[in-house]
């Protein structure tokens, strides 16, 4: 089994805990930048992008987070992680990895429907469609030629974005029963691991 870390600095890190252990995956929390040698894959969580990436920084974890992530580790953003390894953000703040060939909008679905919940195809996943619930989630603005949409919304928004070893949704798996992508994330890192071992 591979140990998948999640990023626990702020937000929804307990939850992402739940979906991966219900899967039997080995899970360690990431506080601190020599943990992520330890991990073979990363998720970093839905919260709040700005305290998210402001730990980032005081923790000095910003360099070998891009590091590691470069070098190839499957890395796994929701909602705030997703605005985490965004290229860039049409917002000023926070400063993102600029990781991912994405531009990001926070907060851009509006302060009506800031939350809401629907049913979507995710390529990859097979039927049924998933249940993703957005909480004041950022709209993906633009994409790179290298980025494949995996899921978009009924108005042609990506939600579901896959990059290289880079996986971002715009909602938050962990807050349904359904498993599905992180078992789609958990088979990514045993992929990634194999090619190492050959
Ligand atoms: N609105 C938050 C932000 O900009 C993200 C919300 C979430 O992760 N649920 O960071």
Same mark, same amino acid.
């Given at each position: 089994?591979?140990?998948?870390?999640?990023?626990?600095?702020?937000?929804?890190? $307990?939850?992402? %805990?739940?979906?991966?252990?219900?899967?039997?995956? $080995?899970? $360690?929390?990431?506080?601190?930048?020599?943990?992520?040698?330890?991990?073979?894959?990363?998720?970093?969580?839905?919260?709040?992008?700005?305290?998210?990436?402001?730990?980032?920084?005081?923790?000095?974890?910003?360099?070998?987070?891009?590091?590691?992530? +470069?070098?190839?580790?499957?890395?796994?953003?929701?909602?705030?992680?997703?605005?985490?390894?965004?290229?860039?953000?049409?917002?000023?703040?926070?400063?993102?990895?600029?990781?991912?060939?994405?531009?990001?909008?926070?907060?851009?679905?509006?302060? +009506?429907?800031?939350?809401?919940?629907?049913?979507?195809?995710?390529?990859?996943?097979? $039927?049924?469609?998933?249940?993703?619930?957005?909480?004041?989630?950022?709209?993906?603005?633009?994409?790179?030629?290298?980025?494949?949409?995996? %899921?978009?919304?009924?108005?042609?928004?990506?939600?579901?974005?896959?990059? +290289?070893?880079?996986?971002?949704?715009?909602?938050?798996?962990?807050?349904?029963?359904?498993?599905?992508?992180?078992?789609?994330?958990?088979?990514?890192?045993?992929?990634?691991?194999?090619?190492?071992?050959?």
């Amino acid at each position: 089994m591979p140990k998948i870390g999640i990023l626990a600095i702020q937000g929804d890190v $307990e939850e992402h %805990a739940s979906s991966l252990e219900e899967l039997g995956a $080995e899970i $360690e929390q990431v506080r601190l930048p020599n943990q992520l040698d330890e991990v073979d894959g990363l998720i970093i969580p839905g919260g709040e992008s700005t305290t998210i990436i402001q730990l980032i920084d005081l923790y000095g974890l910003r360099r070998p987070l891009i590091s590691r992530i +470069q070098a190839g580790m499957p890395t796994w953003g929701t909602c705030a992680g997703m605005i985490v390894l965004a290229g860039s953000l049409i917002d000023k703040r926070p400063e993102p990895l600029h990781l991912m060939d994405i531009e990001v909008s926070r907060n851009a679905f509006g302060a +009506q429907i800031d939350s809401f919940e629907t049913f979507i195809s995710v390529k990859h996943l097979g $039927e049924p469609k998933l249940r993703a619930v957005f909480i004041r989630a950022p709209v993906v603005t633009k994409v790179g030629g290298n980025v494949e949409i995996m %899921a978009k919304l009924d108005n042609g928004i990506p939600v579901c974005v896959k990059e +290289q070893n880079m996986l971002a949704t715009a909602f938050h798996p962990e807050l349904t029963k359904d498993t599905r992508l992180h078992q789609y994330f958990v088979d990514l890192v045993n992929i990634n691991l194999d090619s190492k071992l050959l």
